[in-house]
């Protein structure tokens, strides 16, 4: 059974410090045909409504 929501916070939030005025590596790592895109879309979507994963803070 999983749990009902995210881990408390804690008092360490971890991150990656970008170099400033670097630019960013926005680009898909990967290639996925429509369909999958469709698929992990549904399956992301369905994550955060029931509060299992919730939308990054990356400025990417």
Do not use: F, M, W
Request: charged fraction near 25%; hydrophobic fraction near 30%; glycine fraction near 6%.
């Amino acid at each position: 059974e999983l749990p009902p929501g995210l881990p408390p916070l804690r008092g360490i939030e971890h991150r990656i410090d970008l170099i400033p005025g670097a630019p960013l590596p926005n680009k898909a790592p990967y290639r996925v045909n429509p369909e999958e895109t469709k698929e992990i879309q549904r399956q992301v979507k369905h994550l955060i409504d029931h509060g299992h994963v919730r939308a990054s803070l990356s400025p990417c």
